[in-house]
T-cell receptor
Framework: GAVVSQHPSRVICKSGTSVKIECRSLDFQATTMFWYRQFPKQSLMLMATSNEGSKATYEQGVEKDKFLINHASLTLSTLTVTSAHPEDSSFYIC?????????????FGPGTRLLVL | AQSVSQHNHHVILSEAASLELGCNYSYGGTVNLFWYVQYPGQHLQLLLKYFSGDPLVKGIKGFEAEFIKSKFSFNLRKPSVQWSDTAEYFCAVSRVRGNNRLAFGKGNQVVVIP
C-alpha cells in the first residue's frame, strides 16, 4: 500500500540556521501533500497544504516566510524551516494524498524530529 | 469550522478486554471518516476508513468502526485487545468535495496491560 518517507528522521541544528525536510511518496504520485506539527501528547496541527506546481496554502498563524514549502514534483515536497529558533523544535510530519476509486486518503510519513539548540 | 471530539483521552485496560473509543464530529455535510493509529515510536498508520456504503467498517488488526450519521459518530471497537494494541488512536474527518484537509481529534492514549 501507499508508502510515504521523510528525510531526515531527526536533525539537530543551531539557532539561526535553516533546515530542509523532504517528504516523498514512494509508490504513488501525489499532487497534494500536507505538513503537520505534532507537539508532545497532542494531536497533529496542520501547517500547510502543498500543491504540486503551485504555491502552498498555509493555515492561519503559520508564517509562510519561515516555513518554506516547495512541491516540485509529483512525489516530492520539501519543508524548509528558515532561521530556526528553539521554539521551532518539534515533530514535523508530512502526508501525501492518495486518490482511490471511492475517495481520497492521506498516508503519513514517519516524521522528522527537529531540535534547535 | 468542523471539529472532532474524542473522549477519555487515557484508556487503560487488560488484555482480552473489549475496547470502544468514541469519535464525534460537528460538520453537517457529507464526510469521509478515518481512524489512524500511532504505535510508540512509529508513524501514523491508517486503521480503517469510511467513505460510503455499509456503515460498519472493518479495518486491520481486528478493529472495526461504525458510522452513525444521526449521531455524527464514528466509534472504534475491538472485541479483545492485545498488549500490542498499546498506542495512540486518532479519529479524523474530511469533507467530501472539500479541500481534502483532515480535522483530527485529540487522540486516545490506550495502554493494554498484559
Amino acid at each position: 500500500g501507499a508508502v510515504v518517507s521523510q528525510h531526515p528522521s531527526r536533525v539537530i541544528c543551531k539557532s539561526g540556521t535553516s533546515v530542509k525536510i523532504e517528504c516523498r511518496s514512494l509508490d504513488f504520485q501525489a499532487t497534494t501533500m500536507f505538513w503537520y506539527r505534532q507537539f508532545p501528547k497532542q494531536s497533529l496541527m496542520l501547517m500547510a497544504t502543498s500543491n504540486e506546481g503551485s504555491k502552498a496554502t498555509y493555515e492561519q498563524g503559520v508564517e509562510k516566510d519561515k516555513f518554506l514549502i516547495n512541491h516540485a514534483s509529483l512525489t516530492l515536497s520539501t519543508l524548509t524551516v528558515t532561521s530556526a529558533h528553539p521554539e521551532d523544535s518539534s515533530f514535523y510530519i508530512c502526508s501525501a494524498l492518495w486518490w482511490g476509486r471511492s475517495g481520497e486518503t492521506q498516508y503519513f510519513g514517519p516524521g522528522t524530529r527537529l531540535l534547535v539548540l | 469550522a468542523q471539529s472532532v471530539s474524542q473522549h477519555n483521552h487515557h484508556v487503560i485496560l487488560s488484555e482480552a478486554a473489549s475496547l470502544e473509543l468514541g469519535c464525534n464530529y460537528s460538520y453537517g455535510g457529507t464526510v469521509n471518516l478515518f481512524w489512524y493509529v500511532q504505535y510508540p515510536g512509529q508513524h501514523l498508520q491508517l486503521l480503517l476508513k469510511y467513505f460510503s456504503g455499509d456503515p460498519l467498517v472493518k479495518g486491520i488488526k481486528g478493529f472495526e468502526a461504525e458510522f452513525i450519521k444521526s449521531k455524527f459518530s464514528f466509534n472504534l471497537r475491538k472485541p479483545s485487545v492485545q498488549w500490542s494494541d498499546t498506542a495512540e488512536y486518532f479519529c479524523a474527518v474530511s469533507r467530501v468535495r472539500g479541500n481534502n484537509r483532515l480535522a483530527f481529534g485529540k487522540g486516545n492514549q490506550v495502554v493494554v496491560i498484559p
